[in-house]
């Protein structure tokens, strides 16, 4: 046999693999993953039974084009067909998003910490991540995005509610930097939490969308329609980049499975969104119950709670699973706890309260 193995590209060297959150242990009777930022309710009656349905042809590959379900968002968002993209999750059309744009030299600029994909997507591509810190309030530096912007930039991502922290930039301050960032530099407004925000001041990527041309919003199926394990997500954004993300797709990427749940589950957006009230009625009771125990929580505008634990993010997490929930470390900087069933999110406050008592 030969010593020889292929060639890889240079790039992949040292990319990190995204982690997911970890499951909750097997078993265990009272183990609650809130490591992921997934729904935690179970798929609705109707939901299932579309599947179920879908499930019977699988040996045919999905209609590629996603015809129904551009429609039904075509009509929701009030946006043309040709604005519309799906793909395998909103992290796969992040990534075609990239790679329609960004290629080796070409910088792509980001908020970190933020979703931990951005510098993973960006180095496969070739491109060159420009990470940006957040404030120490945890929140987008725009003023320090815009600057970060040179000839090279291709891609801003703006996440909106950020990941891990749950923060927001508002209106004001969001239009006011696309007003800075040059036409020819597409932004990218990930919102993948969007449907959990109550801050009026936050502004509908799809309102800014609708007037600058470099706009892009990424929306998901996955966190507030409860569709993680289907994979599928889509962008809005104007020609050319709509073309050049049908351009970049993988084939038949979204299952006609994925499909037909996320068209019912639009049909059912009364049902999932009063799902949603109830999560952030949940996050509000999280939020007060850890500042009550005297920890500092920045505002979060997502389905999860961001604490800056430092030097104890490895005890708190191994504290959190030894009391049976999976929490999401981030060591050395903190730990994103996602909002779950009632049940969970109590036991979590009880081990924070120990947590906190001990320090
Ligand atoms: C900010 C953000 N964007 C995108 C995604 C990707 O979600 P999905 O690929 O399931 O749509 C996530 C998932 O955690 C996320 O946190």
């Not at 046999?1 to 265990?28: C, D, F, H, N, Q």
């Not at 104890?312 to 030894?322: I, K, L, N, V």
């Not at 996602?338 to 947590?355: H, R």
């Given at each position: ?43 609705l ?50 990534q075609q ?122 929306r998901?199926?996955?966190?507030a329609?409860g ?48 799902r ?7 996050r ?53 706890v ?22």
């Open positions: 046999m030969s010593e020889m193995s292929p060639r890889l590209r240079a790039e992949l060297e040292g990319i990190p693999t995204y982690k997911p959150g970890r499951p909750a242990a097997v078993g265990g009777p009272d183990a609650y993953k809130l490591s992921s930022n997934e729904n935690p309710y179970p798929p009656p109707g939901v299932l039974e579309s599947v179920t349905a879908a499930a019977s042809s699988f040996n045919r590959y999905p209609d590629m084009a996603c015809t129904g379900l551009v429609n039904e968002l075509s009509e929701r968002f009030g946006v043309p067909l040709s604005h519309l993209s799906t793909g395998t999750g909103s992290v796969g059309v992040a998003l990239i790679q329609a744009t960004s290629g080796p030299g070409d910088e792509v600029v980001y908020a970190w910490r933020s979703f931990e994909a951005y510098p993973i997507i960006t180095r496969i591509s070739g491109a060159t991540p420009v990470e940006v810190p957040l404030t120490p309030g945890d929140v987008h530096d725009l003023d320090a995005m815009a600057e970060a912007i040179t000839d090279r930039t291709r891609l801003v991502f703006v996440c909106n509610p950020n990941n891990p922290t749950g923060t927001v930039v508002r209106r004001t301050e969001l239009e006011r930097f696309l007003d800075r960032v040059p036409g020819d530099v597409l932004v990218v407004l990930d919102e993948a939490y969007r449907e959990f925000i109550r801050d009026l001041e936050v502004p509908d990527g799809v309102e800014l969308y609708r007037q600058r041309p470099n706009v892009c919003v990424l998901t199926f996955s966190k329609y569709l993680a394990g289907l994979r599928v997500g889509f962008a809005i954004a104007h020609e050319p980049v709509a073309a050049a993300l049908r351009k970049t797709a993988v084939p038949f990427g979204v299952s006609q499975l994925a499909q037909e749940a996320a068209i019912a589950s639009l049909r059912a957006e009364d049902e999932l969104l009063g949603v009230g109830s999560l952030v009625c949940e509000t009771r999280v939020v007060e119950g850890l500042r009550a125990q005297g920890w500092t929580v920045p505002e979060t505008h997502a389905n999860f709670v961001w604490l800056r634990l430092g030097e104890r993010t490895a005890d708190f997490s191994a504290a959190c699973e030894e009391h049976g929930v999976v929490v999401r470390p981030f060591l050395g900087e903190g730990v994103r996602t909002i779950g069933e009632s049940e969970a999110n109590d036991v979590f406050l009880k081990v924070s309260e120990v947590f906190r008592k001990a320090l």
